[in-house]
């Protein structure tokens, strides 16, 4: 079992940056693939950003260049740095955990717990 808490959206406007953080409790064999989703208002969720065992990241075409994600040494804790914000970033931000090593799109492949989800909004 993998209990995931969101922590660090917020307003900003175009250009700017956001940490988003992740703080995650539990069996860590849940979680070789740890990663964030993103869902707008009318819109499908999708994968933004994972890491997987090995410290292999995958990022969304969409926000390569511009989003790191990271995890502290413990993995106890994964992070999303996000610069040059855009409006169209505008979404709930969410923290998954997988058993399953593994990511498409972005985003992991087979995600096994979530987090509440934390706010993310950009202005023009």
């Known amino acids: 079992q993998v209990h995931l808490v969101e922590s660090g959206g917020g307003s900003v406007q175009a250009g700017g940056s956001l940490r988003l953080s992740c703080a995650g409790f539990?069996?860590?064999?849940?979680?070789?693939?740890m990663g964030w989703f993103r869902q707008a208002p009318g819109k499908e969720r999708e994968g933004v950003a994972a890491v997987l065992s090995g410290d292999i990241t995958a990022y969304a075409v969409s926000v390569k260049g511009r989003f790191t994600i990271s995890q502290d040494n413990a993995k106890t804790t994964l992070y999303l740095q996000m610069n040059s914000l855009k409006p169209e970033d505008t979404a709930m931000y969410y923290c998954?955990?997988?058993?399953?090593?593994?990511?498409?799109?972005?985003?992991?492949?087979?995600?096994?717990?979530w987090g509440q989800g934390t706010q993310v909004t950009v202005s023009s």
């Open positions: 539990g069996d860590t064999y849940s979680r070789n693939c």
């Open positions: 998954a955990a997988g058993r399953v090593s593994a990511a498409v799109a972005g985003g992991c492949l087979r995600p096994d717990y």
